[in-house]
């Protein structure tokens, strides 16, 4: 990422946390992570996280509280909950019908780990991929986003809320797709953790969700972190 001196930053759109009321990010920074050795601890806690949200006593996922209150915000923005589900509703869907976790790699695992057991949208991004700081903010007709399964880039519709560096897009609708530039693979070492809070949940929930983030990284993977959450009173971070 680039820097200003010598710090880098992320820097959220005000109007975009207005269209969801009371949100909190919670962010940890990761650096020198080994994401290729596999990880037993991760596995296991990731196996009991979806056993755990597959005995979930709702009808379905999208009747869970917390995903039910961020599709509320997402469809009164004019997003269609329809064609673009957000992640922790397609996670969660896929757990409760049971059977085996996917797996994909530690850093992912972890966070997904994290994302059912407080059933909040989680991902992370690879810093070492990104060439400018990082924004979530509205899109403009300059973005252009690459699919995981595609080889170019696509121009993306203006006004869509989307995490950004520059001008690619590295997830569609905030908390639908993520992109293939970017992501979290064996190679990675340093990251950027973010997980989304609905207002529903309250402040405590950010809290718990920064000393659980913390508390991972240092169990799982020997690494402490910076933290930080930000709301609509803290816009953007530095580190």
Same mark, same amino acid.
């Given at each position: 990422?680039?820097?200003?001196? !010598?710090?880098? %930053?992320?820097?959220?759109?005000?109007? $975009?946390?207005?269209?969801?009321?009371?949100?909190?990010?919670?962010?940890?920074?990761?650096? !020198?992570?080994?994401?290729?050795?596999?990880?037993?601890?991760?596995?296991?806690?990731?196996?009991?996280?979806? =056993?755990?949200?597959?005995?979930?006593? $709702?009808?379905?996922?999208?009747?869970?509280? %917390?995903?039910?209150?961020?599709?509320?915000?997402?469809?009164?923005?004019?997003?269609?909950? /329809?064609?673009?589900?957000?992640?922790?509703?397609?996670?969660?869907? %896929?757990?409760? /019908?049971?059977?085996?976790?996917?797996?994909?790699?530690?850093?992912?695992?972890?966070?997904?780990?994290?994302?059912?057991?407080?059933?909040?949208?989680?991902?992370?991004?690879?810093?070492?991929?990104?060439?400018?700081? =990082?924004?979530?903010?509205?899109?403009?007709?300059?973005? #252009?986003?690459?699919?995981?399964?595609?080889?170019?880039?696509?121009?993306?519709?203006? !006004?869509?809320?989307?995490?950004?560096?520059?001008?690619? $897009?590295?997830?569609?609708? #905030?908390?639908?797709?993520?992109? =293939?530039?970017?992501? $979290?693979?064996?190679?990675?070492?340093?990251?950027?953790?973010?997980?989304?809070?609905?207002? =529903?949940?309250?402040?405590?929930?950010?809290?718990?969700?920064?000393?659980?983030?913390?508390?991972?990284?240092?169990?799982?993977?020997?690494?402490? #972190?910076?933290?930080?959450?930000?709301?609509?009173?803290?816009?953007?971070?530095?580190?």
């Amino acid at each position: 990422m680039t820097e200003e001196s !010598g710090k880098n %930053r992320f820097d959220v759109d005000p109007e $975009v946390l207005s269209l969801f009321p009371g949100m909190h990010l919670v962010v940890a920074i990761a650096t !020198g992570l080994d994401n290729e050795t596999e990880n037993p601890d991760v596995d296991a806690a990731w196996h009991s996280a979806w =056993l755990e949200a597959g005995r979930l006593d $709702v009808v379905n996922a999208q009747s869970h509280p %917390r995903v039910r209150a961020l599709r509320e915000d997402f469809k009164a923005a004019g997003v269609s909950m /329809k064609r673009f589900p957000i992640s922790i509703e397609s996670m969660l869907r %896929r757990a409760l /019908k049971g059977g085996e976790p996917f797996r994909i790699n530690p850093v992912v695992d972890l966070y997904n780990t994290l994302s059912l057991r407080y059933i909040c949208p989680a991902g992370a991004f690879d810093l070492d991929a990104m060439e400018a700081n =990082l924004e979530l903010r509205f899109t403009t007709n300059q973005d #252009c986003f690459t699919a995981l399964d595609a080889q170019t880039p696509v121009n993306v519709e203006t !006004g869509e809320i989307a995490y950004a560096s520059a001008n690619t $897009v590295l997830t569609r609708h #905030c908390m639908w797709r993520q992109s =293939l530039h970017a992501l $979290v693979g064996p190679g990675t070492r340093n990251v950027f953790f973010v997980s989304e809070i609905p207002g =529903l949940a309250g402040e405590e929930v950010a809290f718990e969700m920064e000393h659980d983030i913390k508390s991972a990284l240092a169990k799982h993977f020997q690494r402490s #972190c910076e933290t930080f959450i930000l709301s609509a009173s803290r816009t953007s971070l530095q580190w």
